[in-house]
C-alpha cells in the first residue's frame, strides 16, 4: 500500500513519500536500455556497411531507423493519454527487447540477411515512437513541479551521452565479441528496463481523464492547439528542420 505525503507532483496531486525512488528505479533501467539501443543501432549500421558495401542499402537503414517514429509518434502520444504510460513503456522496452534477441539467434547461426536487420530496426522505431510520448507523460506524475527542469535536464543529457557513448560500446562489442554480443545486451538492457518499470510503484501511470472522440479526432485536437500558438510552430518547425538536417 502506497503512502501519501505532501509533496504533489507537477500536475497538482499527492506523491507517495518514497516518489525518488520510482525515479531512481525507473530512470537506472531507462539509461541501460538506452545505451544498449544506441551502441545496437550503430552496430547494425556498420554491420550493414560491411557485409553489403552498398549506399543503397545503409540508406535504407537510415530510413529503418528514423522514419517509422516519424510516422507514428502522434500515435504514440494519443496511446499514452489513453493508456497505461507504465504497461506501454513495457510492452515498447518488451518488443524491441525480444526482436534484438531473436536476431541475436540469427546472428549466431549465420542466417540474418539484410531484411531482417532492417524488421529490427523498423520494430525498434516503432517502440520508439510509442514509449517516448509515454515516458514524457509520465515524468510529470513522478516529481514536484520544482524538479521538473531537472529531470528533464537528466533525460536529455542521457540522450546525448548515449549517442555519443552507445557507438563506442556498440563498435567495442562488435570488434571482440561479434555482432550478436550486441544484440543480446540489447536484448538483456530491455528485460532490466521493464523489470524496473514492473517493479516502480506508480499510482498515476494511467490518464485521469476519459477520452471520448477517436484518435483522428484527438490528432486534430492536437494539431488545432500546435497551429494557436505561434511558439510551438516555430518550434515544431526547427525540430522538424533539423531532424531533416540530421
Known sequence: MLVFGNERNANGRPLPIHWK????????????SVLATCAATFAVIWHVTTAEDSALAL???????LLPTALLSPFGGVAADRFNKKHLMI?????????????AILALTEMLPLGLLL???VVRSAAQAFHGPALMALMPELVPERDMVRINTLDHALSSLSAIGGPVLGILLYTAWGFAAVLLLDAACAAVACLC???ARLPYAHSAGTSHGG??????????AIASDAGVR????????AMLLF
Open 91 to 103: 510492452a515498447a522496452d518488451g518488443t524491441a527487447g525480444l526482436f534484438s534477441l531473436l536476431m
Open 234 to 241: 516555430a518550434l515544431l518547425a526547427l525540430a522538424m528542420a
Open 21 to 32: 525512488r520510482a525515479i531512481a528505479i525507473i530512470w537506472t533501467g531507462q539509461a541501460l
Open 215 to 224: 484518435v483522428v479526432a484527438e490528432l486534430r485536437e492536437g494539431l488545432a
Open 119 to 121: 524488421g529490427l530496426l
Open 59 to 65: 540508406s535504407a537503414v537510415g530510413i529503418a531507423a
Open 197 to 199: 518499470l514492473a517493479a
